[in-house]
Structures are given as structure tokens and as C-alpha cells.
């Protein structure tokens, strides 16, 4: 099992100095990688629900303050060493395939080989229409395509790419990523959809779980996983080549919240039979969530993590 953490990308922690510290302390104490998010505008007015609230309320969007994803990526890039580098999820729609994939390349590079690519299709459909994206209803089949034409771009001396969505030829895209044939991808969701994609076009797939709106309970993964192995047997690959990368919570030693205990929190005991329950059923990586508006308090979670979870 490898581990990753969120990064904050709003607050006060998100500024070049606390997120150097982060990022810094991360590489130094062995974490695999670590996460960013992705939103580059928050509308005033949501009535898209939110997949990962019980209610659909989207809980981070008062402020409206994210910073741009695979920019805090790359900037975290040039202070770190060995620590992967992971957009979680990049809504693949957003951004014109082309420069999203050269941004992508350029990180590749720059990190000397440690971009690994999260994908999603997204859910806000009022950040699509700011964004004048494609439409919001055809996101997935968007998503496909644009993935394809990532490839092509990344392993292609003479690219050419003729898709529904978007098209191009005739042109020199060089350099290309450090990771041969290409960066990995992980594919977010939990759709029967999202599996196939991941089984077809991604090297690993990505859900959450472990939260009141996403239980995502070692049984339910299972079943998960048994789809994604037969997706990938269709698509002629190795079901045994693709990893799953689980996000969840992570919960201060000793606490149960709301009562009830919850996967990954309890006594450090608890969350290492959590760990290592999740890893029998067949996740490689898990991804927590130790943010907190006080460096002090995530650097201290981070060092408790290293030591109890990640050395025993």
C-alpha cells in the first residue's frame, strides 16, 4: 500500500510558504504523492448537487478561493524530490486538450518523471457554462476523447487527431512526458462508467470513499474491482496492471465522528485494520485527507501518519 495527501488549495495554508512546508515534509517523510483539486471558478448560484455530501450542498465553495491546479503542481515540483504529483481529479473538460496536454507534458518534465494524471468528468454544471465548455450532458463521452487525443500527443512523432470534439494535424508536440508511453492515469468515480474507463483508457481507477454520502465499504469496492477486471479482460489488458487509488478521510487518533465509527478513524489500531482491510480486497494506494487551516496541526498529522501508519 502507498499513501498520498490532500493539499490545500484555498485558506490560509494556501500560500507559497505553508504549502512549501507541506509539500517538503511530505517528500521527507515518504508519503507516495500528493493532491490537488480542481475548480477554476465558483458560481454564485449551485443547483448542481454535490456527489459527495449526503445533501448535494458543495461545502468549499463560500469563499470561492481555489488556486489552479496543475499550476500549485508544478510550482511544488521544483522544491520536492521523489514525491508524485497528482491532479485529483483534473476535470478533463475544462481546458482545451491541446494545452492541457502540453501543461501536463511540461509538469512531466519539469518533476523529472512524477506527474501521475487523476481525470474526471466533473459535476458543476454551472462551472462548465462559465467556462464555455463542452456541454455538460456529453462530458463523459468528452472526457474519452480528449484522454485519446492526450495519448496521441504524448507518444506520436507526427500527432493527428480527428474526434468529434476536437481535432488537429499537421503540427510538432514536443517534449514529450519523461514516463514512457505516458504518465499514468487514474480514472475518478464511481460509475459503472468511470470503471470502464479506467479499465479502458486509465492505469488506475480513483473513488472516494469512506464518507457518509460514499461508504464505499470493502465489500461494495470489491464488487467495484470484479467490474474492472472484467472491463480490462474485454479491452485485451492486464487486469493485474491497473491500480486503485481509494481518496478518503482521516480522522484525529481517538475520534469517532458523530458517534459512530467511522472507516479510518478510532485508535491507531482501528485505522491500521482499516488500512490493511481495504488493501486485502485490492487497493495499491490510499489517499487521505489531513487538511486543516493550521500548518502546525497538518504538519503534526502528517508526522503521526509517518509514523504509526506508513513505518508499521
Known amino acids: 500500500m502507498e499513501f498520498g495527501f490532500y493539499l490545500p488549495s484555498s485558506g490560509p495554508t494556501a500560500r507559497p510558504e505553508?504549502?512549501?512546508?507541506?509539500?517538503?515534509?511530505?517528500?521527507?517523510?515518504?508519503?507516495?504523492?500528493?493532491?490537488?483539486?480542481?475548480?477554476?471558478?465558483?458560481?454564485?448560484?449551485?443547483?448542481?448537487?454535490?456527489?459527495?455530501?449526503?445533501?448535494?450542498?458543495?461545502?468549499?465553495?463560500?469563499?470561492?478561493?481555489?488556486?489552479?491546479?496543475?499550476?500549485?503542481?508544478?510550482?511544488?515540483?521544483?522544491?520536492?524530490?521523489?514525491?508524485?504529483?497528482?491532479?485529483?481529479?483534473?476535470?478533463?473538460?475544462?481546458?482545451?486538450?491541446?494545452?492541457?496536454?502540453?501543461?501536463?507534458?511540461?509538469?512531466?518534465?519539469?518533476?523529472?518523471?512524477?506527474?501521475?494524471?487523476?481525470?474526471?468528468?466533473?459535476?458543476?454544471?454551472?462551472?462548465?457554462?462559465?467556462?464555455?465548455?463542452?456541454?455538460?450532458?456529453?462530458?463523459?463521452?468528452?472526457?474519452?476523447?480528449?484522454?485519446?487525443?492526450?495519448?496521441?500527443?504524448?507518444?506520436?512523432?507526427?500527432?493527428?487527431?480527428?474526434?468529434?470534439?476536437?481535432?488537429?494535424?499537421?503540427?510538432?508536440?514536443?517534449?514529450?512526458?519523461?514516463?514512457?508511453?505516458?504518465?499514468p492515469i487514474w480514472v475518478g468515480g464511481q460509475s459503472r462508467r468511470a470503471i470502464r474507463r479506467a479499465a479502458q483508457l486509465g492505469n488506475g481507477w480513483h473513488p472516494v470513499g469512506a464518507i457518509p454520502a460514499a461508504p464505499l465499504e470493502p465489500e461494495e469496492l470489491a464488487q467495484g474491482i470484479v467490474a474492472l477486471n472484467r472491463y480490462a479482460e474485454r479491452a485485451g489488458r492486464d487486469p493485474g496492471e491497473i491500480d486503485v487509488a481509494m481518496k478518503a478521510p482521516l480522522y484525529d487518533p481517538g475520534t469517532n465522528p458523530g458517534g459512530v465509527r467511522r472507516r479510518f478513524s478510532g485508535e491507531t489500531e482501528q485505522i491500521l485494520q482499516d488500512v490493511q482491510t481495504y488493501s486485502g480486497v485490492g487497493v495499491t494506494h490510499t489517499i487521505f485527507d489531513i487538511r486543516s487551516s493550521d500548518l502546525n496541526q497538518t504538519l503534526d498529522r502528517m508526522a503521526w501518519f509517518a509514523e504509526e501508519i506508513i513505518a508499521s
Not at 154 to 179: A, C, E, M
Request: net charge negative; glycine share 8%; charged share 20%.
Open 18 to 183: 505553508p504549502l512549501a512546508e507541506i509539500a517538503r515534509r511530505g517528500d521527507r517523510l515518504g508519503f507516495h504523492c500528493m493532491v490537488a483539486g480542481d475548480h477554476i471558478l465558483v458560481p454564485k448560484t449551485i443547483d448542481s448537487p454535490y456527489p459527495y455530501t449526503v445533501g448535494g450542498e458543495f461545502p468549499s465553495g463560500a469563499s470561492g478561493e481555489f488556486l489552479e491546479q496543475l499550476t500549485l503542481l508544478t510550482f511544488l515540483a521544483g522544491i520536492t524530490t521523489n514525491i508524485r504529483l497528482v491532479p485529483s481529479v483534473m476535470i478533463v473538460p475544462y481546458r482545451n486538450p491541446l494545452l492541457a496536454a502540453k501543461i501536463l507534458a511540461t509538469l512531466d518534465v519539469l518533476s523529472n518523471g512524477r506527474l501521475t494524471l487523476g481525470v474526471g468528468v466533473g459535476w458543476m454544471e454551472e462551472e462548465f457554462l462559465a467556462l464555455n465548455a463542452p456541454p455538460f450532458a456529453e462530458r463523459g463521452a468528452v472526457t474519452d476523447e480528449y484522454l485519446m487525443a492526450f495519448k496521441e500527443l504524448w507518444t506520436s512523432d507526427n500527432p493527428t487527431f480527428n474526434g468529434k470534439y476536437y481535432q488537429f494535424s499537421d503540427i510538432r508536440f514536443l517534449p514529450h512526458p519523461v514516463q514512457k508511453p505516458h504518465p
